[in-house]
């Protein structure tokens, strides 16, 4: 009984853990978009798994992400539907954020500003929702411009911009929605309407010096309708029309003074600006190093840079360069080659590469017919010349594989250690007992002058030189009408002789047959080895 019960919780279990698998595989990684009928299914899905979160920072770390996730399908082919994706989730971060402690906000505040600036950058190649709702188009962009503005001030909690309202979606899409955006402060004051006396401290104007270009403009220029209290007294809060497109979202006294726009200074170290990507993403050329602009260049200009890769962490060198190789240069980290301050000059440090297979890199250099083994058996790692080829460290015992082709024609057809040492060619001595050569009419046959002997050369020649031969002969060589020739006695060549040319068969056989010999045929030397008669 408890076995079965075991085997159906053991079951349950792992139907849920694979039911669990394929939701969140769902939830991750399916391809679905807010204009999918699947859409509203996933984002349930997705909130539902806010309960395994369990602390404030958590959530909205991943309500986030979320949020991320929403801005990186914004498109301008279906720019209502997935906006309106990012609307709502954006209204869920900040409602996570109304619950995270002040002093859990450092990652979330940069993290959050720099999504809320690839929403804008994202707003500014939409073309249908500025042409068919300019006004609404017009209202977001400034919301979530504001929004940003207010994230970026660390005296803004981010538990309060819950008090920022985000309109719903609905809002944005209907052309003649009746609920507007609501704009409350982030610490509402109502206004008040206080006459100063002369000489009071707000006619003074002290806690907001009138100088420079505020000098010169009217009191009503900001006191509408003598209203004082709740004044925007932020530069944005004025000039946020006249600033430029892309331009830094922070502060505009970091830049600028009162005095005038220009000359501007940024003081990065006063703004605590430390992310160089929230701002300067956009001005990076193509292919640019990905990390921070600190990397290379300083706070006062682009030009001159100076790249410290130690600084920066690089250590991979091809995540950066890899685009910038030649065509079938070697494929592992530069630094095996080049240093940070130039590539050239450049030495590749074989150790240091583990580069000990030749072939992987070298294969193409090689010259036609070329040795097919490491490079290394005649190269050294410094240049390809001179090159010395090592037989015995390459284990080239077998000289036809390499040379066959070099062997000039009717050459001796054995290994060329027989006669070449592995220095040179020449000069060259044959050793006829080293290669085994005892029958010399396999390799001199065709060396032989006219009407030559038919044997052996080792019957008149020694294996050091043609000449100086020494020929035995025991039989006279100018017995009867021979005189010297050869073919008279061997008409068929070689040591096969004959008598019958010079004397009649017929009459030697009734001779010979008479002294009772009568297989003299054979034995013509036992008796006439001097070509004599000796008929005794």
Not at 89 to 96: I, P
Not at 333 to 341: A, I, V
Not at 360 to 372: G, I, R
Not at 416 to 426: D, F, I, Q, R
Request: hydrophobic share 30%; proline share 5%.
């Amino acid at each position: 009984m408890r076995r079965n019960i075991l085997i159906v919780t053991l079951s349950i279990l792992f139907v849920l853990f694979g039911m669990s698998t394929i939701v969140l595989a769902f939830v991750e990684f399916a391809p679905i978009n807010a204009e999918q009928k699947l859409f509203p299914i996933q984002e349930k899905l997705e909130h539902s798994l806010l309960v395994f979160y369990t602390s404030p920072t958590s959530k909205s770390a991943y309500e986030l992400r979320l949020l991320e996730k929403r801005v990186d399908d914004l498109s301008e082919d279906q720019e209502i539907a997935r906006f309106n994706a990012v609307w709502v989730e954006l209204e869920h971060v900040l409602q996570q954020f109304e619950l995270l402690p002040a002093d859990a906000e450092g990652n979330s505040r940069i993290r959050f500003v720099k999504i809320l600036g690839a929403i804008l950058e994202k707003m500014e190649q939409f073309t249908y929702l500025e042409e068919t709702n300019p006004t609404k188009f017009k209202e977001a962009y400034e919301r979530i411009f504001d929004l940003r503005m207010l994230a970026l001030d660390s005296t803004n909690p981010l538990s309060s911009l819950i008090n920022f309202r985000i309109a719903s979606r609905q809002d944005l899409v209907r052309e003649n929605a009746s609920q507007k955006f609501t704009t409350a402060p982030i610490k509402a004051i109502q206004p008040h309407r206080v006459p100063f006396l002369p000489g009071s401290v707000g006619e003074k104007h002290d806690f907001f010096p009138l100088i420079g270009q505020h000098a010169d403009i009217s009191c009503e220029s900001c006191h509408v309708n003598l209203t004082y209290a709740g004044i925007p007294n932020q530069c944005v809060d004025c000039h946020s029309d006249v600033l430029p497109k892309n331009h830094y979202a922070g502060i505009c006294s970091l830049c600028h003074t009162p005095e005038a726009w220009k000359p501007a200074n940024f003081d990065h170290s006063t703004a605590e600006a430390a992310d160089c990507q929230g701002c300067h993403l956009r001005d990076k050329p193509t292919r640019h190093y990905s990390g921070q602009c600190s990397s290379c260049h300083s706070t006062d200009a682009w030009i001159p840079a100076s790249f410290d890769h130690s600084v920066a962490g690089a250590t991979d060198c091809l995540s950066c360069h890899a685009v910038k190789k030649p065509v079938n240069h070697f494929s592992g980290q530069c630094s095996s080659c080049h240093s940070t301050n130039a590539w050239k000059p450049a030495t590749f440090n074989h150790s240091a590469a583990g580069a000990t297979n030749c072939q992987s890199c070298h294969l193409v250099n090689k010259p036609a017919n070329h040795f097919s083994g490491q490079c290394s058996s005649c190269h050294s790692t410094i240049a390809w010349k001179p090159a010395t080829f090592n037989h015995s460290a390459a284990g080239a015992t077998d000289c036809q594989s390499c040379h066959s082709n070099n062997k000039p024609a009717n050459h001796f057809s054995g290994q060329c250690s027989s006669c070449h040492s592995t220095n040179a060619w020449k000069p060259a001595t044959f050793s006829h007992s080293a290669a085994g050569a005892t029958d010399c009419q396999s390799c001199h046959s065709g060396n032989k002058p006219a009407n030559h002997f038919a044997g052996q050369c080792s019957s008149c020649h020694s294996t050091d030189s043609w000449s100086g031969a020494s020929f035995s002969h025991s039989f006279p060589m100018n017995h009867g009408k021979a005189n010297g020739e050869c073919a008279q006695c061997h008409p068929s060549g070689g040591s096969s002789w004959t008598c019958f040319n010079c004397h009649s068969q017929s009459k030697m056989t009734e001779k010979h047959e008479e002294k009772g010999i009568p297989d003299y045929v054979v034995r013509c030397m036992e008796c006439h080895g001097n070509g004599r008669k000796n008929d005794d």
